[in-house]
């Protein structure tokens, strides 16, 4: 079955850390662009980050950019995002989304997501 | 940054035709994609590339993009596709999502 599986949410203090896991099954991993989306509580979708397919290039939204790191591997069908110095504002349900197999990240959209794990900052 | 625009919420009478739109400066010259998210569900593509739908999609579901304006169209709107959704492009390498829109059908 063609899935992402996403792992490793949870509650965190202001100024934490946490790693983010997506186990991806039933593709081509290593064919694809990868990306992390997120949703905040009652709110819209916010774009992440993205992973090239060899890794060789990462972009980060403005808002996380310093404090998170998305990386890959493609022997073990994974996609990870290392998230540090989390701030309130970062509470959401993070999803792992397939992005295009092309060479450039703008050819196509979002076509396979995961079902999704929360993250929440809070003392 | 740029950014996408559309309105918060759309009504329509089950069998007519729902019209969502997003706006962004000259956004006919990128790709709009469309999302479909149920309360509870994550996301699903229903319109890639402005106008390609995928092949799990029904044919209700039809996608424009021209001027400073991209269009989901539901033809014969079904209460289940009550929904919000979310256009996306992307700004370079950096994707941008609009707020969205709840659709409401009723």
């Known amino acids: 079955e063609v899935q992402l599986l996403e792992s490793g949410g949870g509650l965190v203090q202001p100024g934490g850390s946490l790693r983010l896991s997506c186990a991806a099954s039933?593709?081509?991993?290593?064919?694809?662009?990868m990306n992390w989306v997120r949703q905040g509580p009652g709110k819209g979708l916010e774009w992440v980050a993205s992973?090239?397919?060899?890794?060789?290039?990462?972009y980060y939204a403005d808002s996380v950019k310093g404090r998170f790191t998305i990386s890959r591997d493609n022997a073990e069908n994974s996609l990870i995002l290392q998230m540090n110095s989390l701030r309130g504002d970062d509470t959401a349900i993070f999803y792992c989304?397939?992005?295009?197999?092309?060479?450039?990240?703008?050819?196509?959209?979002?076509?396979?997501w995961g079902q999704g794990t929360l993250v929440t900052v809070s003392s | 940054s740029y950014e996408l625009t559309q309105p918060s919420s759309v009504s329509v009478s089950p069998g007519q035709t729902a019209s969502i739109t997003c706006s962004g400066d000259?956004?006919?010259?990128?790709?709009v994609y469309w999302y479909q998210q149920k309360p509870g569900q994550s996301p699903v593509l229903v319109i890639y590339q402005d106008t390609k739908r995928p092949s799990a999609i029904p044919e209700r579901f039809s996608g424009s993009n021209s001027g400073n304006t991209a269009t989901l169209t539901i033809s014969g709107a079904q209460p289940t596709d009550e929904a919000d959704f979310f256009c996306q492009a992307w700004d370079s390498e950096n994707g941008v999502f609009g707020g969205g829109t709840k659709l409401t059908v009723l």
């Open positions: 992973i090239k397919q060899d890794g060789s290039e990462t």
């Open positions: 000259k956004v006919e010259d990128k790709y």
């Open positions: 039933g593709f081509t991993f290593r064919s694809h662009w």
């Open positions: 989304a397939r992005g295009t197999r092309g060479f450039l990240i703008a050819t196509d959209g979002f076509d396979l």
